[in-house]
């Protein structure tokens, strides 16, 4: 399988005054193209810093992070944020849309930033804007949506330039239960269309049930562990 992610010995720590505290050790993970991976692990684990790495917003203290064919810790800053633009698809616990764009300006600004929009990427942006139902919407300011619906613009716009890997840290932490298994079926069939890599952290077991493979991270150490395990499950 052709790999579109890999962690080759990559550890991160941060430190504060006189304390170094080690967040991230020795990490080895390698993610096949189209894979879904969920990422587990209590709060202050490591789950966000380790997609920071991934997506290149933040650097490891040593080790590789190839992603889509670059190791893109090697790169500049420049490069590394034109690699994320071409790349990654981005989507967080709070949306993060940009407040003063409307629903469409947000949705085409990955475009606009990689320098490719047009006419005919224009038009499937918004054929995906209407996919996640809101094409009706497109005029709107974000505040004015639901958090579901916000997601769900999030989600295409996280999507519409065709990213190969997307990572989604919490994507439905902040939605009740059933508009969140929503928005994860939604992000879950965009993704599988278009093959591309999902890596979601959560601390829901039950959404961390549908990946392909589920890993964790405690005490700096990310492992994969069975899919079958149950809440509170303590591994030997
Ligand atoms: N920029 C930073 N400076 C100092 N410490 C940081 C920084 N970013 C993260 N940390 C620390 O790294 C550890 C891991 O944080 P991280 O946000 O990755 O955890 P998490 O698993 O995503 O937690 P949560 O489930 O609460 O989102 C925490 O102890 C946090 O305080
Ligand atoms: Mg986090």
Do not use: C
């Not at 010995?9 to 193209?33: D, F, P």
């Not at 989507?91 to 490719?116: A, C, H, K, M, R």
């Not at 298994?181 to 939604?186: A, D, F, N, P, S």
């Amino acid at each position: 399988m052709r790999r579109a992610v890999a962690l080759r010995g990559v550890s991160k720590s941060y430190r504060e005054g006189e304390i170094e505290h080690s967040v991230l050790e020795n990490v080895e993970i390698t993610v096949g193209a189209g894979e879904f991976i969920a990422l587990l692990g209590p709060s202050g684990s490591g789950k966000s810093t380790l997609l920071n790495l991934i997506g290149g917003i933040d650097l490891p203290d040593a080790g590789e992070v190839e992603v889509a064919g670059a190791v893109i810790n090697h790169l500049s800053e420049r490069q590394r944020t034109l690699h994320r633009r071409q790349h990654i698809g981005l989507v967080f616990q709070f949306f993060n849309l940009i407040s003063t764009l409307t629903v469409e300006e947000n949705l085409l600004l990955p475009l606009e930033l990689q320098g490719s929009l047009d006419q005919h990427t224009k038009a499937a942006a918004l054929d995906l804007l209407a996919r996640v139902g809101l094409k009706e919407r497109r005029h709107s300011f974000p505040d004015r949506l639901s958090g579901g619906e916000q997601q769900r613009v999030a989600i295409a716009r996280a999507l519409v330039h065709s990213p190969q890997v997307i990572l989604a840290d919490e994507p439905t932490g902040n939605l009740d239960h059933e508009t969140g298994l929503q928005v994860m079926e939604l992000l879950e069939s965009l993704r599988s269309e278009r093959g591309a890599t999902l890596i979601m952290a959560t601390h829901s077991r039950q959404l961390a049930a549908r990946a392909d493979a589920l890993w964790s991270i405690r005490d700096a150490r990310l492992e994969r562990v069975a899919v079958d395990v149950t809440p509170g499950a303590r591994r030997g």
